[in-house]
């Protein structure tokens, strides 16, 4: 089956769950990457008075590959755990991958 490389943006408030959420998650997640990153635009609620002042609210961006079938497994977990946090996610073919 096909590799995919699936980015959810999250919250930065509930980023530490997400993230030893998918700690647990040893048959779909043999790894991730974070990172801080700025969420701008109509969607995105800020909410601290720095990030009305700044236009910007503070998101984790967390990337994994792995199979289709595990990352939409995985997706799924991940929508019944947090059905309202706004984690904005999506998938994405992956030619290659691998160390050099």
């Known amino acids: 089956m096909a590799e995919v490389l699936l980015t959810l943006v999250v919250p930065a408030s509930i980023a530490q769950h997400v993230e030893d959420f998918l700690l647990e998650q ?14 701008y635009g109509k969607s995105v609620s800020l909410t601290a008075a720095a990030e009305m002042v700044g236009g910007s609210a ?5 990337q994994m590959i792995g199979s289709e079938a595990a990352m939409r497994d995985l997706l799924a ?24």
Do not use: D, M, N
Request: positive net charge; contains cysteine.
């Open 26 to 39: 040893t048959e779909e997640v043999a790894g991730f990457t974070s990172s801080q990153v700025a969420g």
């Open 58 to 62: 503070p998101r984790i961006r967390i």
């Open 77 to 100: 977990k991940i929508k019944r755990e947090w059905p309202h946090a706004r984690i904005y996610c999506w998938l994405q073919s992956v030619i290659e991958a691998g160390y050099l």
